[in-house]
């Protein structure tokens, strides 16, 4: 049945978009979540949020009291240092998943909301105690350097988008939380790490998965060489895609198609995993001949990868096929596997030893809590954040490479 | 459980070689199985045999009535026509899944064996009923020309001698069933073809996978296009070899590494769930340096395939990973898979509709009994294989291209 919600949530990762026509087009795929509980009237007060939220911190504790991994009822401390968030667009991935997460938060507020349609700011923010005045648009977006209580601003953007709005909230003296992928472009990605260290200011890539455990433990797997080496993984995301008319199909605002959007978890899965660059890339590429969606993106692109210590990779990535969200590393001694493996939430992993099959049972966190704490801890202690813009950079470079393979048929090396 | 199996059975698929060196190293692989009960003594008789095999297939009728699926015993008729087989090879496969699979069959029996060790078909011969005026060495195989009880002629060598064991049972005027690969070369593909073309008589490859009933399911399903057009089909195959001394790893004999012998499963799987040839090939291969099983032969070679419907392929074949034995056929509304897959048993059913997977519970049978059925058949009635000697120069074909991919680095189309 978690399934189910995972499906659900990739279905509904939408970011605003600025423009009326694809706005309203996008509004209608949005649906009942949108119109829905979390987005509630202009009653709910500040104290009113903070109640919830304290509720949904027991909730959690009592569900870590349910599988016994503690004695008592934990009641958490009171707030410690906050830094305070600006949400910069208010599409479906901030109304539901990224502002119900700082519920969960320990070091990070929302502060701020950027969005081109005020109603819905308005609300967003009456419920979760942001400020009128915090309210900011498009037009007026350089004026965030005038609030200080403003250390964080979350880039939920089309990937189009992203250079431009980080590199401004980089010049406002602001540290960028950026969604993935980072920009649509190599270059944007080196525009955007100049602009950080101009401001000297941290920036960080939101690769949500290496904050949440069960793709952690994975990693932790890998390293331990306890399947022996790694000779092959094989990696498969994807999933249908609905609205012909939605950012992501046109080629300026996603910069590309599957690849850039959920192709990018097979091949960061296979980056994370062996914990080296591919040196080699082969491709191959599929778009249904007369399928309007793909009119200026692929929908299909399947890839190899090669690695230094030998592992190779067989990845999908396809906005044709149905939900496929998984990846396996196969070792000399076994395998071990996430299915699902980097929606929101409903991780399994299953791990093979010669002839048993486990499955292997890790709680589960926020992923946005997680990772926007990350982030926060990162500006307070001047650390650089494990996903910094020169990870995004990386994947970007790769991803030039799958296409151009594609186009070439050639072997393409790194 | 079942997985266990499946994977000991993969271990011990080897097919007798006649040169002794080789063949000593082999029997230590063969451990157990061969020391034990299976090989018994002379002194079981031909009706001892007849008792066994009467036994397992009461058994097999008690499984049935467990699962509901008949209301009655039922006893089996007495045998009708009985096409003579030769079992040209010792190995593994021989003993431990052909010979008794005989008991399972409608329309085969044993009749000749052959052998470079008069020893051990001696004993085979007697358990199973075989005349010992029937037992043959490779010095006077052609000689099989004189035998009319043999029809039939099983080809379980090592890949390199296929061709020649073949043309010479089809110039001795015998239709051929030969294990896979085919042959090492498209030419001597060409060559068999031609011989029992020639001859007037069969040749069927054994792709065993045909024969059953969950591969055949997963066929269904593919053509009914219940999940939609296929998109991509992944598929994996591929154990950890053994002793560096055994055919398996010598080129002249085995004709590659693990494509030609585990990684073709993965191919097959392709082309008979589409029902089309490809028509581009990607391939990327790798062996460890210094691992003294892979000098002559590849470890790994992950390949790409094109399907002239828009269906693409990641496959991989390995060596040098444990275990793996699956493939996932992923349409537009869900996907089915095998995990294992193309065992000798134990196959598993799983399809994922939108949102719900379910295992799809199938009785399963003796593929090699039903892959024998199958070519007595065909010979009775006088049609044409199902996988005649064409299917397997298909393959052969494609494993040349995924060579040739691999080596230059470049698409290959077909």
Same mark, same amino acid.
């Given at each position: 049945?978690?399934?189910?919600?995972?499906?659900?949530?990739?279905?509904?990762?939408?970011?605003?978009?600025?423009?009326?026509? #694809?706005?309203?087009? =996008?509004?209608?795929?949005?649906?009942?979540? @949108?119109?829905?509980?979390?987005?509630?009237?202009?009653?709910? &007060?500040?104290?009113?949020?903070?109640?919830?939220?304290?509720?949904?911190?027991?909730?959690?504790?009592?569900?870590?009291?349910? @599988?016994?991994?503690?004695?008592?009822?934990?009641?958490?401390?009171?707030? /410690?240092?906050?830094?305070?968030?600006?949400?910069?667009?208010?599409?479906?991935?901030?109304?539901?998943? #990224?502002?119900?997460?700082?519920?969960?938060?320990?070091?990070?507020?929302?502060?701020?909301?950027?969005?081109?349609?005020?109603?819905?700011?308005?609300?967003?923010?009456?419920?979760?105690?942001?400020?009128?005045?915090?309210?900011?648009?498009?037009?007026?977006?350089?004026?965030?350097?005038?609030?200080?209580?403003?250390?964080?601003?979350?880039?939920?953007?089309?990937? /189009?988008?992203?250079? =431009?709005? @980080?590199?401004?909230?980089?010049?406002?003296?602001?540290?960028v939380l950026s969604e993935k992928p980072m920009?649509? &472009?190599?270059?944007?990605?080196?525009?955007?790490?100049?602009?950080?260290?101009?401001?000297?200011?941290k920036l960080m890539v939101a690769y949500r998965c290496r904050y949440?455990?069960?793709n952690q =433990?994975?990693i932790?797997?890998?390293?331990?060489?306890?399947?022996?080496? #790694?000779?092959?993984?094989?990696?498969?995301?994807?999933?249908?895609?609905?609205?012909?008319?939605?950012?992501?199909?046109?080629?300026? %605002?996603?910069?590309?198609?599957?690849?850039?959007?959920?192709?990018i978890?097979?091949?960061q899965?296979?980056r994370y995993? &062996?914990?080296?660059?591919?040196?080699?890339?082969?491709?191959?590429?599929?778009?249904?001949?007369?399928?309007?969606?793909?009119?200026?993106?692929?929908?299909?692109?399947?890839?190899?990868?090669?690695?230094?210590? /030998?592992?190779?990779?067989?990845?999908?990535?396809?906005?044709?096929?149905?939900?496929?969200?998984?990846?396996?590393?196969?070792?000399?001694?076994?395998?071990?596997?996430?299915?699902?493996? @980097? /929606?929101?939430?409903?991780?399994?992993?299953?791990?093979?030893?010669?002839?048993? &099959?486990?499955?292997?049972?890790?709680?589960?966190?926020?992923?946005?809590?997680s990772e926007?704490?990350h982030m926060?801890?990162c500006?307070?202690?001047?650390?650089s954040p494990l996903t910094p813009g020169e990870e995004g950079l990386k994947d %970007?470079?790769?991803?030039?490479?799958?296409?151009?393979?594609?186009?070439?048929?050639?072997?393409?090396?790194?």
């Open positions: 049945m978690h399934c189910r919600e995972v499906e659900f949530y990739w279905r509904e990762f939408e970011v605003e978009v600025l423009f009326e026509g #694809i706005h309203m087009d =996008e509004m209608k795929e949005t649906g009942e979540k @949108t119109d829905g509980a979390e987005v509630a009237g202009s009653d709910v &007060t500040r104290r009113g949020f903070l109640k919830k939220a304290g509720q949904g911190i027991i909730a959690v504790n009592a569900a870590t009291l349910l @599988t016994g991994s503690a004695g008592a009822q934990h009641v958490p401390d009171p707030p /410690g240092k906050k830094l305070g968030w600006a949400i910069v667009g208010l599409g479906n991935l901030s109304i539901n998943e #990224i502002l119900p997460a700082f519920a969960r938060c320990e070091h990070s507020k929302v502060v701020a909301l950027v969005s081109g349609h005020p109603d819905k700011a308005a609300r967003l923010a009456a419920r979760y105690g942001v400020s009128p005045k915090a309210i900011y648009n498009y037009q007026n977006y350089d004026s965030i350097r005038d609030n200080p209580q403003i250390d964080v601003v979350y880039i939920v953007l089309p990937n /189009g988008m992203h250079a =431009e709005y @980080t590199i401004k909230a980089h010049q406002a003296g602001k540290h920009a649509n &472009t190599p270059a944007d990605c080196e525009a955007m790490i100049e602009a950080a260290q101009k401001a000297n200011r949440e455990p069960f =433990e994975m932790k797997i890998a390293r331990s060489q306890e399947f022996g080496p #790694i000779k092959v993984i094989v990696a498969d995301h994807g999933f249908s895609i609905g609205d012909p008319s939605q950012w992501r199909l046109k080629k300026d %605002l996603a910069g590309g198609g599957s690849l850039m959007d959920i192709g978890y097979s091949l899965a296979t995993i &062996t914990g080296e660059e591919p040196t080699e890339v082969n491709a191959m590429m599929y778009n249904t001949p007369g399928d309007v969606r793909f009119k200026e993106v692929e929908e299909t692109i399947n890839f190899q990868l090669r690695f230094p210590s /030998g592992a190779l990779a067989n990845c999908s990535s396809s906005y044709g096929y149905s939900g496929e969200n998984r990846y396996r590393v196969i070792g000399t001694k076994g395998w071990f596997e996430l299915e699902p493996a @980097t /929606g929101y939430r409903g991780q399994r992993m299953r791990i093979r030893r010669w002839d048993v &099959t486990e499955e292997k049972d890790i709680q589960p966190v926020d992923h946005f809590a926007m704490d926060s801890q500006v307070m202690k001047d650390i %970007l470079k790769v991803m030039m490479a799958i296409y151009e393979a594609a186009r070439s048929q050639k072997t393409i090396e790194l």
